[in-house]
């Protein structure tokens, strides 16, 4: 016999899907300090919003059985502590993304964590996100991570903060203590441009002021929790900015097609515009916008196009496309406020990798202003930035790349981080604006060219990079190699560690900040004088790799030849000829290499001399 009912299902469950495509969408994030209950607080709001499926419910009641923090209740948090090592702990590591819906409104929630080591991932969340929930332990009020998330959200544009003081239950739910803490709050929220907050008291262990009004804090008149998320307003996507494409992908399916792929991260875009290219600032129209159901006329923000334009243009990955009357800027220098989420600290003239869109750059700190305490958001003069601080600084890329400001544009106007050597991201950043003397500034066209001035000196320019520890005998292989050199009629300069330090470098000391500013001029110097046609002779312990290649990098591939002086340190400090390291070791002398500051071996030089085993002639000979 036919079931009826089967053929109705289907439009059943299409007819629930458009309503729930119709509703607005909010992207929120819930942080704050470590314990304060946010992974908690999610967990009430997808089991009181009935968003949680029979199996779930089930496992979850095995999961807090075995390993849950709240007796014989369900550990809600379990819902959101999905890796093993955050459910051992009790603690959230990851960002966990949870969908639910209400009659209302649609949510995507983020859950991240407290501990201040995975701040980074706490910024992540934010960038995406229209609202944010601080939360706050009420026995505990304002912490130093409370006013970091609150600071973070503020830099990365979250335009709504809801303060939401939890375990209330604990306090006796008393709101002399709740309106202390909101108090405190909105005075700091003031100073990071927020001028009102939403304050909210509740227990999200006992699902109290969550979804539903409970006796025990019936002296609070504002909504629930869930009522302020449903009326929080959702700005449409504003498609009156300036059109920018950035483009991810060249399309090249075959032959006869040639587009241009990516997401418009602002502005609106129409078959017949003008647009322009960055940064080659080669100009076309646009002949036609395909998307994923056939072509369209016109396009808007947040859609993902593929561009053809009526002229054959080289347009590469990384490039920004935008309308012609209206372009992005384009520089190689910029004031950025940056937040730093790597062990290792942050140091200027350190080089590292900026992503910005789909375009990779080198990148240098040239100035640090200043960090930013986040308990006053006082500025403090600094010569770095370690884990978690947030600091505004000069930074200078080795070509131009297309932005806008921040604050006008979060796509093209923000940007990460990534260290050379691990390929890590170890910061995010956002473009305050682009210094104007970057564009004023052009290399002049000389006739006489660095091969003109080899050619003079029949020789190849080079320059040969002796590392190694103290007293392994690079200044004398150095120097050796130099005589023979010059005997052989060659046009050499040596740059000595020591010597170098009498004159261009006596300002610096041997911080780890001061040894990369040390090796970063030494490098340029050099790089001027194998410009000069000479063979340069580079002494320097330069303990450390990031460095090493930041000097390699500034010459082509077939001039730089890094030569290792590996020469153990019991040798070395047997040698000791200025009687360094028995200071050191006597704690006479700081931040000694090979001691108490780390040396980093080449892992891949172009000859590797052992002094243990050949003589000074000997390795100069090879």
Same mark, same amino acid.
């Given at each position: 016999?036919? %079931?009826?009912?089967?053929?109705?299902?289907?439009?059943?469950?299409?007819?629930?899907?458009?309503?729930?495509?119709?509703?607005?969408?909010?992207?929120?994030?819930?942080?704050?300090?470590?314990?304060?209950?946010?992974?908690?607080?999610?967990?009430?709001?997808?089991?009181?919003?009935?968003?949680?499926?029979?199996?779930?419910?089930?496992?979850?009641?095995?999961?807090?059985?075995?390993?849950?923090?709240?007796?014989?209740?369900?550990?809600?948090?379990?819902?959101?502590?999905?890796?093993?090592?955050?459910?051992?702990?009790?603690? /959230?590591?990851?960002?966990?993304?949870?969908?639910?819906?209400?009659?209302?409104?649609?949510?995507?929630?983020?859950?991240?964590?407290?501990?201040?080591?995975?701040? #980074?991932?706490?910024?992540?969340?934010?960038?995406?996100?229209?609202?944010?929930?601080?939360?706050?332990?009420?026995?505990?009020?304002?912490?130093?991570?409370?006013?970091?998330?609150?600071?973070?959200?503020?830099?990365?544009?979250?335009?709504?903060?809801?303060?939401?003081?939890?375990?209330?239950?604990?306090? %006796?739910?008393?709101?002399?203590?709740?309106?202390?803490?909101?108090?405190?709050?909105?005075?700091?929220?003031?100073?990071?441009?927020?001028?009102?907050?939403?304050?909210?008291? @509740?227990?999200?262990?006992?699902?109290?002021?969550?979804?539903?009004?409970?006796?025990?804090?019936?002296?609070?008149?504002?909504?629930?929790?869930?009522?302020?998320?449903?009326?929080?307003?959702?700005?449409?996507?504003?498609?009156?900015?300036?059109?920018?494409?950035?483009?991810?992908?060249?399309?090249?399916?075959?032959?006869?097609?040639? *587009?241009?792929?990516?997401?418009?991260?602002?502005?609106?875009?129409?078959?017949?515009?003008?647009?322009?290219?960055?940064?080659?600032?080669?100009?076309?129209?646009?002949?036609?916008?395909?998307?994923?159901? *056939?072509?369209?006329?016109?396009?808007?923000?947040?859609?993902?196009?593929?561009?053809?334009?009526?002229?054959?243009?080289? =347009?590469?990955?990384?490039?920004? =496309?935008?309308?012609?009357?209206?372009?992005?800027?384009?520089?190689?220098?910029?004031?950025?406020?940056?937040?730093?989420?790597?062990?290792?600290?942050?140091?200027? *003239?350190?080089?590292?990798?900026?992503?910005?869109?789909?375009?990779?750059?080198?990148?240098?700190? /040239?100035?640090?202003?200043?960090?930013?305490?986040?308990?006053?958001?006082?500025?403090?003069?600094?010569?770095?930035?370690?884990?978690?601080?947030?600091?505004?600084?000069?930074?200078?890329?080795?070509?131009? =790349?297309?932005?806008?400001?921040?604050?006008?544009?979060?796509?093209?106007?923000?940007? =990460?981080?990534?260290?050379?050597?691990?390929?890590?991201?170890?910061?995010?950043?956002?473009?305050?604006?682009?210094?104007?003397?970057?564009?004023?500034?052009?290399?002049?066209?000389?006739?006489?060219?660095?091969?003109?001035?080899?050619?003079?000196?029949?020789?190849?320019?080079?320059?040969?990079?002796?590392?190694?520890?103290?007293?392994?005998?690079?200044?004398?292989?150095?120097?050796?190699?130099?005589?023979? @050199?010059?005997?052989?009629?060659?046009?050499?300069?040596?740059?000595?560690?020591?010597?170098? #330090?009498?004159?261009?470098?006596?300002?610096?000391?041997?911080?780890?900040?001061?040894?990369?500013?040390?090796? #970063? #001029?030494?490098?340029?110097?050099?790089?001027?004088?194998?410009?000069?046609?000479?063979?340069?002779?580079?002494?320097?312990?330069?303990?450390?790799?990031?460095?090493?290649?930041?000097?390699?990098?500034?010459?082509?591939?077939?001039?730089?030849?890094?030569?290792?002086?590996?020469?153990?340190?019991?040798?070395?400090?047997?040698?000791?000829?200025?009687?360094?390291?028995?200071?050191?070791?006597?704690?006479?002398?700081?931040?000694?290499?090979?001691?108490?500051?780390?040396?980093?071996?080449?892992?891949?030089?172009?000859?590797?001399?052992?002094?243990?085993?050949?003589?000074?002639?000997?390795?100069?000979?090879?």
């Amino acid at each position: 016999m036919h %079931d009826q009912s089967v053929g109705k299902a289907p439009e059943a469950l299409i007819r629930y899907l458009k309503e729930q495509e119709s509703k607005d969408l909010l992207r929120f994030i819930t942080c704050g300090s470590v314990d304060d209950g946010k992974s908690t607080l999610i967990g009430r709001l997808l089991f009181d919003s009935k968003m949680i499926f029979e199996d779930q419910l089930a496992s979850l009641e095995k999961d807090s059985r075995k390993m849950g923090t709240t007796g014989q209740d369900i550990d809600l948090a379990l819902l959101l502590d999905g890796l093993e090592a955050e459910r051992e702990q009790g603690i /959230t590591i990851d960002v966990a993304y949870r969908f639910f819906a209400t009659d209302k409104r649609r949510f995507i929630v983020a859950d991240t964590p407290g501990h201040e080591q995975y701040t #980074r991932n706490m910024a992540t969340g934010a960038s995406t996100a229209d609202a944010a929930i601080i939360l706050v332990d009420a026995r505990k009020g304002l912490l130093t991570q409370t006013r970091r998330h609150s600071y973070i959200c503020s830099l990365l544009g979250v335009r709504h903060i809801i303060l939401a003081v939890n375990k209330m239950d604990l306090v %006796d739910y008393s709101q002399t203590v709740f309106d202390q803490i909101r108090a405190d709050y909105e005075a700091f929220a003031k100073t990071i441009g927020y001028d009102h907050v939403s304050c909210l008291p @509740l227990s999200a262990l006992k699902g109290e002021n969550v979804l539903h009004r409970t006796a025990a804090l019936d002296w609070f008149n504002g909504p629930t929790l869930l009522a302020k998320l449903e009326t929080i307003p959702v700005a449409d996507a504003d498609d009156t900015g300036p059109f920018r494409l950035p483009v991810q992908w060249v399309n090249r399916p075959n032959l006869d097609f040639r *587009g241009f792929s990516g997401t418009i991260a602002a502005g609106r875009i129409s078959v017949g515009d003008p647009v322009v290219v960055l940064p080659s600032a080669k100009s076309s129209r646009v002949s036609s916008i395909v998307t994923f159901d *056939g072509t369209r006329e016109s396009a808007s923000i947040g859609e993902a196009i593929t561009l053809t334009l009526e002229d054959e243009i080289d =347009i590469s990955r990384g490039d920004v =496309i935008c309308h012609s009357e209206n372009r992005a800027g384009l520089s190689d220098q910029f004031e950025a406020k940056i937040v730093w989420m790597a062990d290792e600290p942050l140091i200027p *003239g350190r080089p590292y990798l900026l992503k910005s869109g789909a375009r990779t750059v080198s990148m240098v700190v /040239t100035r640090l202003k200043y960090s930013i305490n986040v308990n006053s958001l006082e500025q403090a003069a600094t010569k770095r930035l370690e884990l978690n601080d947030i600091g505004v600084a000069n930074i200078s890329l080795d070509q131009q =790349i297309a932005f806008d400001p921040y604050h006008d544009n979060h796509e093209t106007g923000s940007f =990460i981080i990534i260290d050379k050597m691990t390929n890590g991201t170890v910061g995010a950043g956002m473009i305050d604006f682009g210094l104007r003397r970057a564009t004023n500034i052009h290399w002049q066209a000389v006739d006489v060219n660095k091969a003109a001035r080899a050619a003079m000196k029949a020789q190849k320019p080079a320059v040969l990079w002796f590392t190694g520890l103290s007293g392994s005998g690079k200044s004398t292989i150095a120097n050796l190699v130099e005589k023979r @050199l010059h005997a052989a009629g060659r046009h050499t300069y040596m740059l000595d560690g020591d010597n170098i #330090r009498h004159g261009l470098n006596k300002d610096l000391g041997f911080t780890e900040v001061d040894r990369v500013e040390n090796i #970063r #001029r030494v490098a340029e110097v050099a790089r001027l004088m194998a410009d000069a046609g000479l063979i340069v002779l580079v002494s320097f312990i330069s303990p450390f790799r990031s460095e090493r290649k930041m000097a390699r990098d500034l010459l082509p591939e077939d001039e730089f030849h890094e030569v290792f002086v590996d020469t153990p340190i019991a040798l070395c400090e047997q040698r000791d000829p200025k009687g360094l390291y028995k200071k050191a070791r006597m704690g006479e002398i700081k931040n000694f290499t090979g001691i108490d500051s780390p040396y980093e071996p080449p892992l891949a030089s172009e000859l590797t001399l052992e002094t243990a085993l050949s003589s000074a002639e000997e390795c100069a000979g090879r």
